[in-house]
């Protein structure tokens, strides 16, 4: 086989992946709409505690509907005014007060499980988000601070009320979240 | 037309590519279980059958042959799938986010789903025109997609039907999908080729 054979296959299979690159590359410039990016950068601002307290299922949601023109930017009460603060910056609006009919911020929080009062129902481990609860029907549940979101989704199905929400511990994620804002 | 007509219909049917020629079976399988999904996975897939047929032929008669490149027709279909693949994710993506989640991984996977390296090929063996092609690539599309629903469907009414613990999720799965290959024999009559 000459050199020159060699030097067309490998011609043709480079001028193949360039075209498919340009092409791929074209395309997803014009495929991604701009609404998609935003939805991608609000998202990134919101805490990600996925408690539906904005009453969108989760974060993204939500996202989704500030950047639609859907729903104002203060109804996360997780992420307080450093999250309305952030998000009237990416979307240069006017930063306003957190809207109370959404609940008020807590600051850093995660659950704790009282465990001399916990009797074991397992009702709590389906509504964490991030699966965060340690139990099992019968045994005493705990929660891992440092995955708890403070989304006090387990606070209602509990039947004795023995979670309550405590400031987070400094290593937990929470507070790392709120360091960062 | 007959021929066309003829050569769609064995390939959708007659030869299935997942039934009969066993391609294509780690989508078959792994996109099953919710219906949605299934009916995203074939749509999905009919479009890039599609596609890389008619591309892979235009590449097979306007490149790969008048140079003398027929060898390289493996790695160069499977560079031409990847791109169009590629590209059908994009589209997915930009069109329903909420599908993109819902197949997943399985979307990419597409790459690698031999019913599509499979076509290509047997276009070339074949000597199919693009006309021919671009139909031999739909309706084995068409065919795959048909199987999927149809899986998928039965697979929805196993979830909650009383099986033997033993045969429970993938053994059950493969029993039925073995059942629906010897279903699928029965179109060997019709005479397509």
């Keep these: ?181 | 037309m007959t021929e066309l007509l003829l050569l769609a219909l064995g390939a959708s049917l007659v030869n299935n590519f997942v039934l009969t020629n066993f391609l294509g079976l780690c989508p078959f399988v792994g996109v099953s279980r919710r219906f949605e999904a299934a009916a995203g996975m074939a749509l999905a897939t009919l479009f890039v059958l599609t596609i890389a047929s008619g591309l892979s032929y235009t590449l097979w008669h306007w490149v790969l042959q008048p140079l003398g490149l027929e060898y390289l027709r493996t790695i160069v279909f499977i560079l031409l799938i990847a791109g169009v693949v590629q590209f059908t994710e994009l589209m997915v993506r930009a069109t329903s986010p909420l599908l993109h989640q819902v197949l997943g991984i399985f979307l990419p996977l597409i790459t690698t789903n031999c019913a599509v390296l499979g076509v290509a090929l047997l276009n070339v063996d074949r000597q199919h025109g693009l006309l021919e092609s671009l139909v031999f690539g739909a309706s084995a599309g068409a065919g795959f997609g048909l199987a999927l629903l149809l899986f998928a469907a039965l697979r929805e009414r196993l979830e909650t039907a009383d099986v033997p613990a033993a045969f429970r999720g993938a053994p059950i799965a493969l029993v039925t999908a073995g059942l629906m290959a010897l279903a699928f024999m029965g179109f060997a009559g019709l005479g397509a080729r």
């Design chain 1, 1 to 181: 086989m000459s050199i020159e054979v060699v030097l067309v296959a490998c011609a043709v299979a480079f001028a193949l992946a360039l075209a498919l690159g340009l092409a791929l590359g074209w395309a997803a410039s014009r495929l991604t709409p701009a609404t998609g990016r935003l939805v991608e950068q609000i998202d990134a601002l919101l805490p990600q505690t996925q408690c539906g307290q904005c009453l969108y299922p989760g974060c993204r949601p939500y996202a989704a509907a500030i950047a639609n023109g859907e729903a104002d930017i203060n109804r996360c009460p997780p992420g307080g005014e450093a999250t309305v603060r952030a998000l009237a910056a990416l979307l240069d609006r006017e930063a306003q007060p957190l809207d109370p009919q959404y609940g008020a911020s807590k600051g850093a929080v995660v659950a704790w499980i009282d465990e001399e009062r916990c009797i074991g129902c397992a009702r709590c481990l389906p509504a964490c988000p991030v699966d965060a609860i340690v139990g099992a029907a019968r045994y005493t549940h705990t929660v891992i601070s440092a995955q708890c979101t403070g989304c006090e989704l387990c606070l209602p199905p509990c039947p004795v009320d023995c979670i309550v929400l405590r400031p987070a511990p400094a290593a937990s994620w929470r507070a790392s979240l709120h360091r960062a804002a």
